[in-house]
């Protein structure tokens, strides 16, 4: 005898469709979270080689660190920064952090783009500079000079800090933006981090993500 083939019914369609898409909404978010520690490791990856630039330019220079006008994108920006690493570097890609784009609604000139690159906006703060804070991008401040007007004076760095080879190896040499902890309540942390969490280049070279509070950390 011949069988006829049973066909599915819609309900059981229905079904299977409901089942994907449930597997699919518990799968997402793993998935960018992956992608974010990803973006997490490639950040590391761009201080570990920026601060082995900073060295090898100390070497060149007296054991003096390179030196920027302010830590922070500011009027000035970080061109100066970014003359002195650039022949230790060839690479301006590693001067931008991938997880950038997400705090480029109030952070724009820390996002890689071609105006940003001309320009010496890059996404990372620097903490040798030889200007006083309070001269940084008069007017109202801004999230992309927070770290000038903000971070380092409530952490009693009113003035210069000109960093050589002599200081103490846990002292902070590049971080990400985006430190505050109160830029919490706009929904955007980087590498998917909370209260402030960072990559920190510390000035013996090493690089470690910071879990907790920037504020009570820096030195």
Not at 172 to 199: A, K, P
Request: proline content about 6%; glycine content about 6%; hydrophobic content about 40%.
């Amino acid at each position: 005898m011949r069988h006829a083939r049973r066909a599915f019914t819609l309900i059981e369609l229905l079904v299977v469709i409901a089942i994907i898409a449930i597997l699919a909404a518990m799968l997402f978010p793993v998935f960018a979270r992956a992608r974010e520690s990803a973006r997490k490791t490639t950040c590391a990856s761009n201080l570990r080689q920026l601060g082995l630039a900073a060295h090898m330019y100390a070497q060149d220079a007296d054991e003096y660190l390179p030196c920027d006008y302010y830590p922070c994108n500011s009027s000035t920006t970080h061109m100066r920064l970014v003359n002195q690493l650039n022949p230790y570097t060839k690479n301006r890609q590693i001067m931008y952090c991938p997880s950038a784009p997400a705090i480029g609604t109030w952070m724009p000139d820390f996002v890689e783009t071609d105006a940003n690159k001309a320009a010496g906006n890059i996404s990372y703060y620097y903490y040798s500079f030889d200007r006083r804070l309070n001269t940084v991008t008069p007017g109202n401040p801004s999230f992309s000079t927070w770290i000038a007007w903000g971070f380092l004076p409530g952490r009693g760095v009113p003035g210069p800090r000109v960093m050589t080879e002599i200081w103490d190896s846990d002292c902070w040499l590049f971080t990400d933006g985006w430190c505050r902890m109160t830029r919490e309540q706009y929904g955007v942390t980087l590498h998917e981090s909370h209260n402030g969490s960072i990559n920190v280049c510390y000035l013996d070279g090493h690089v470690k993500f910071q879990g907790g509070p920037a504020q009570l950390v820096f030195k």
